[in-house]
């Protein structure tokens, strides 16, 4: 396994996002465009699953945006994301991505074109994390397991945090395990440096360039019913979010 098959085990989570993006669009989205894609794993997920589904999958690195074959109904592109024209239903931005973004001058030019992409009724979603933690170093573990018995230790670090300049430094870190035994070890398989953004910049910013309406969630839906179908409200009071929390937010045309 290298470091892009490990981001997809451990980092992300298409089938839970595939519904969770849909419910809060509320309009039934066929086409979906997932910026700063990676390897398209949630595009190829919402085309398998979404009836009619396409994509769109943009990139400034080609190196991972083909590693799931080729799919008509997937437009991939390996351009800056601001450079994207393809029209879309939804539009996402996730795993914190829109900290690639370091200056409100690059935030404003990167959300007008995403506003421009967006027909009537269409959504740009974007997800951010906040709270008493966010500008502190630190390290958070998780275990995944493969399908083969083996242990996947993925390790989150916060490397470094300048609550005066809004950038953090943030770093992907596995280890490989079967039986205690270490096989592999990936130190830095992915290097961050974001600007994170807080809810209410973004609440601005997507005024700023013409959303009408702006709107946070959770990143966990509010319930779920016996077919897969999420339902989630938008959060209207602060008390409902955690000391420390991960939500999306959303900028409806």
Known sequence: MDRFDLYELCVQSPPHLVPL??????????????????????SVHWVETVEEGRAVAVDI?????????????????????REARDGVDLLFAGN??????????????????????LGEGGVF????????????????????????????????EQRDANAMTGRVVDVLHFRIERGGVIEDEMFDAFVYDWRL???????????????????????MPDAEDDEGKVYIQPVTDPEELDDSFIVVVAARV
């Open 21 to 42: 993006l849909s419910a809060i669009h509320g309009g039934g989205p066929k086409v979906l465009g997932e910026d700063f894609c990676g390897t398209a794993a949630l």
């Open 61 to 81: 690195d080609p190196e991972p945006l083909g590693r799931h074959g080729v799919d008509d109904r997937i437009t991939r592109h390996a351009v800056d994301v």
């Open 96 to 117: 914190f991505s829109i900290g690639y973004m370091h200056t409100r001058a690059e935030l404003l030019d990167y959300l007008r074109n995403a506003r421009e992409r």
């Open 125 to 156: 979603l974007c997800d951010t994390y906040g709270g008493e933690g966010s500008y502190l170093p630190g390290l958070v573990h998780r275990v995944h397991m493969l399908p083969d018995g083996r242990r996947v230790r993925y390790t989150w």
């Open 197 to 219: 953004w807080s809810v209410p910049e973004l609440h601005d910013a997507m005024a700023e360039v013409g959303f009408s309406c702006v709107e946070v969630f959770q990143k």
